[in-house]
């Protein structure tokens, strides 16, 4: 966690529960931390509870669709699940009802990764026992996150070292250190990996032709076709 020595912008004092270790207000006195993908913004540019919530909540009840759909992937066409929804459902509504009560990150990042390893645990079983070939698709989607999950960890331990070390050196090199924004883009782009994985596993079980393609040579999309009756 980032130290409490940042000077207080435009939003006043900080009341989130979390903080991190960019410097506060270091570009404009309107966002308390910069360098941050646009699906947090208001957590990051505020640092308030409430924003807070925007941010942290979502991610559970997004967690909540993707394990819907890694465990439906095998159903037929417009097939409902009604017991793993009302499941999936009652789940977040505990934890946001818990969350609401009891301010403790840890209580979120502990359930949040609960549906996380759930996710990866369900990967790893449709890579090896389903679809091997997918396996470079699934373990390079794990990969990233746990890059950005690595970095995250860094941030956080080492965060007064890292301040440190950017009071020294160059803006243009102080700002390859900030590892909670790299968190995000890593985390982002293994989520989109994931969607792929998620995306090519169900339409090759409904007898499409998925592929993997890349836009421009570098960002990856599937592309499919309906099986041709004969």
């Known amino acids: 966690m980032a130290p409490a020595v940042d000077r207080e912008g435009y939003w006043g004092p900080t009341t989130s529960t979390l903080d991190w270790c960019e410097e506060n207000y270091a570009v404009t006195w309107y966002i308390a931390e910069f360098l941050v993908g646009m699906g947090s913004w208001c957590f990051h540019m505020t640092l308030k ?49 818990v969350y609401l009560k009891v301010k403790e990150p840890i209580f979120h990042q502990v359930m949040y990764g609960m549906l ?12 090896t026992w389903v679809y091997p070939w997918l396996r470079g698709l699934g373990y390079t989607s794990l990969g990233v996150f746990l890059f950005g999950f690595l970095l995250w960890n860094i941030d956080n331990i080492f965060c007064v070292s890292l301040r440190n070390f950017r009071k020294k050196v160059p803006p243009i090199i102080g700002v390859t250190t900030q590892f ?31 592929k993997v393609k890349f836009l421009f040579g570098i960002w990856p999309v599937i592309m499919f076709e309906p099986l041709r009756n004969h």
């Open 116 to 127: 996380v390893f759930t996710l990866v645990l369900r990967s790893i079983y449709i890579v």
């Open 49 to 97: 509870y409430e924003m807070q919530l925007l941010d942290e909540l979502p991610m559970i009840y997004s967690c909540c669709i993707f394990v819907y759909c890694m465990f439906e992937c095998f159903k037929s066409k417009n097939s409902v699940n009604y017991h793993l929804l009302f499941a999936l459902v009652l789940f977040s509504l505990i934890v946001t009802t």
């Open 180 to 210: 909670h924004a790299w968190w995000h883009i890593l985390t982002g782009l293994g989520s989109y990996l994931h969607i792929l994985f998620s995306l090519y596993t169900r339409t090759l079980y409904l007898r499409y032709r998925p």
